[in-house]
Nanobody, 117 residues
């Protein structure tokens, strides 16, 4: 399955942006769809997860500001980002994970988000 992110760009502090991650195949049986971000020189950070069960989870740094959702009918995962801060500036990556002993995961190419005035 290939993942393609879109929706990144330049936004002012306090603004909003919605990222999309579209898969080349069905995501309905993918156990976890998630968004990660990376800033040069820092470790990659897990931002948000959307589980097949419908549950979601967020890092403390984005909780209350970001919302992850998955539309299985469209094979797409979204990350709605609000109240953006300069420290949210990063390359955002989409990930899909199939759990279990023969599990695997796959990544998109990333999309740049820059929060600056």
């Amino acid at each position: 399955v290939r993942l393609v992110e879109s929706g990144g760009g330049l936004v002012q502090p306090g603004g909003s942006l919605r990222l999309s991650c579209t898969a080349s195949g069905s995501i309905s049986n993918i156990d976890i769809m998630s968004w990660h971000r990376r800033v040069p020189g820092k470790e990659r950070e897990l931002v948000a997860q959307a589980f097949k069960s419908g549950n979601t989870d967020y890092s403390d740094s984005v909780k209350g500001r970001f919302i992850i959702s998955r539309d299985n009918a469209k094979n797409t995962v979204y990350l709605q980002m609000s109240s953006l801060k300069p420290e949210d500036t990063a390359v955002y990556y989409c990930n899909g994970e199939v759990a279990g002993p023969f599990g695997y995961d796959f990544w998109g190419q990333g999309t740049q988000v820059t929060v600056s005035s």
